[in-house]
């Protein structure tokens, strides 16, 4: 007996009622605007929000830092409306710091404290507003005074469990595959480097990662593993360590900078070095290794191991093999993309410090250069940038075969 079509509308209609219902249940909280003002002797900072959240507010030093945690959100704000410096405000940034949490990174170019901080009800056409006032202080006034505060609900929120980036899978026997980590570079509240035509290096990273994971993985030679999947910031010593638990044979990390110049073009590889090549890798690698403080990490609890960002090169032949791997990258990707004349360099990159691992890590171009900006938003320039990783790791893991042998 075939089914009436009107019960079939009815079922149809349930189904996607439920859907919609789990849509509506997961929605996140929006912010749809931020303001910058000045006041007498404050600078504050405004919030318009569709409903209310809890926050956690608290201060960094050197550089000084103000940092605001919300539980998951929404953004709905230009980014353009995030750079403007007023007052105390040098800057602001926003990102998914961590799964169920929300991040504000505010720069400031002095030391401040947090004066007041409260919430505005929703009333007639106007949003509810979350105001948070800073007043500066001497650096003495700064760290003798309170440096963090929270809403009462915020020790009440739910949280989401605390879970490592790329957690290992489980291979089976039967799983001969190397294993390849790629590393999209920065994420979250840390955007990178922003492109002529406003594009965001974390978002280009992470979608040449999915291209040449894509291509990797389709040889049937490699499993490819990711050290972030969406827009989420990634500590430094973390990613590497992604590499570690997963037991990977190769590391990736890879970027696409901006500099001055906007008539310069071109990749290039950069390995771990105790002496940088040039003026402009050591600058690259000082630039990249403040991802941590970008983000609004607190690294105190870490310093000896943040001020030694380079492993001793004598512990293993793990950079002469990492040196094998980028002249091969090299060799391979200059097939397919503009390189720049001197394209192997080395300078101290933390994200590269792995002991076992080798690792590189690949500029993909300036995106300060109109060209290589476009090429990196070409799908099928991300495609042959992913061949290319492809035909080196070939030649390295034979290489590395036929070394085992003899």
Known sequence: MRMPNFI????????ILAVLDDVWAERLPAISGVRVGLHPEQTRLVFEMDQAVPYKIFTLSDPFRVVIDFPEVSWRVSPAR???????VSGLRFGLFQPGNSR???DINTPAAIAKHFVIPRKGEKSLRFVLD???VSRAAFFAAPRSTESRSWAKRKRKPSTPAAPARPRSREDKRRVIVLDPGHGGVDPGAVGVTGSYE??????????????????????????RTRD????LRDRFEIAHVNKAEMFLSLHADSIASRKIGGGSIYTLSDKASDKEAEDLAQKENKSDIIAGADLSAYASEVSRVLIDLAQN?????????AKMLVGELKKDIKLLRTSHRYAGFAVLKSPNVPSALIELGYLSNRTDEKNLKNPKYRKAIGKAILRAADRYFARKTLNNRS
């Open 8 to 15: 079939r509308f009815l079922l149809f209609a349930v189904a």
């Open 82 to 88: 995030m750079r403007a410096s007023v007052g105390l």
């Open 104 to 106: 504000v990174v505010v």
């Open 134 to 136: 800073l007043k500066p």
């Open 202 to 227: 974390k978002k280009i990273t992470l979608t040449v990662a999915r291209a040449a994971k894509q291509v990797l993985e389709a040889s049937g030679r490699y499993r490819v593993v990711l050290t």
């Open 232 to 235: 989420i910031y990634v500590r």
């Open 317 to 325: 032949d793990t950079n002469r093999e990492s040196w094998h791997l």
